[in-house]
Every structure is written in C-alpha cells, then in structure tokens.
Nanobody, 129 residues
Framework: VQLQASGGGLVQAGGSLRLSCVVF????????MGWFRRAPGREREFVAG????????YYADSVKGRFTISRDNAKNTVFLQMNSLKPEDTAVYYC???????????????????????WGQGTLVTVSS
C-alpha cells in the first residue's frame, strides 16, 4: 500500500488549499484515514480523521470549523479542505491509513499515530502573514 499526497503550496493568511491523498494497492474502503502535520521544530500532530464511509469525522481543536476531511471511495482518495489558513498552520502534512478491516473506531483512536500503519510522503503547506 502506498499513499501519495499532493496539493500543498504557498498561500496567504486567510486563503484556502485542498490537499489530496491517493491510496495505491490494497483496499481503501475498509480503512480509516487521517491527516497529520509536523510544524518546524515541533512533533507530528493529529489534524483530522475519517471513518470508512465519510460519515464520521474528527478534528483537532486547532482546526475545527476551518478544515474539512472527506473521502471518495470510488477514487481511493482522501481530501483535506483547509480554509481560513493561519501562519501557524504552516507544516508538512501527512496522510495516513489504518489497517484493513477497521472501518471505524473511537474518536481517541483517530488521534493516535500508532493506529495508522501506512503513511504518505508529506506535502508542504506554507502560510504567509
């Protein structure tokens, strides 16, 4: 299973970006998916998670109301729509996939990086002030 993230770039504060992550190989529909980020000098942190159908979503408090995670199971793709971007959102963003057969989980599980077994290469988002 390989994950390929794209969509990062340079944007001014208040702007928007949409990240995409395509999953190649294995199955997609029966996995939870997540987005994490690592800002300069900081540890990687949870951003958003989504269950197999897209009906259940979870967000870090810092992005609630601004970011939206979604998925298209027909295209093996998970998205992260980021609006009202702030300079503190600057980071490398990583998509991650859970193990096959885990369709959903407790909210705390989505935030646990150890529950994800496949990771993309990351895409850089830079928000200028």
């Amino acid at each position: 299973v390989q994950l390929q993230a794209s969509g990062g770039g340079l944007v001014q504060a208040g702007g928007s970006l949409r990240l995409s992550c395509v999953v190649f190989g294995g199955t997609f529909i029966n996995r939870v998916m997540g987005w994490f980020r690592r800002a300069p000098g900081r540890e990687r942190e949870f951003v958003a998670g989504v269950n197999w159908s897209g009906a259940s979503t979870y967000y870090a408090d810092s992005v609630k109301g601004r970011f939206t995670i979604s998925r298209d199971n027909a295209k093996n793709t998970v998205f992260l729509q980021m609006n009202s971007l702030k300079p503190e959102d600057t980071a490398v963003y990583y998509c991650a996939a859970g193990p096959a057969g885990i369709y959903d989980s407790a909210s705390s599980t989505y935030m646990d990086q150890r529950k994800y077994i496949y990771w993309g290469q990351g895409t850089l988002v830079t928000v200028s002030s």
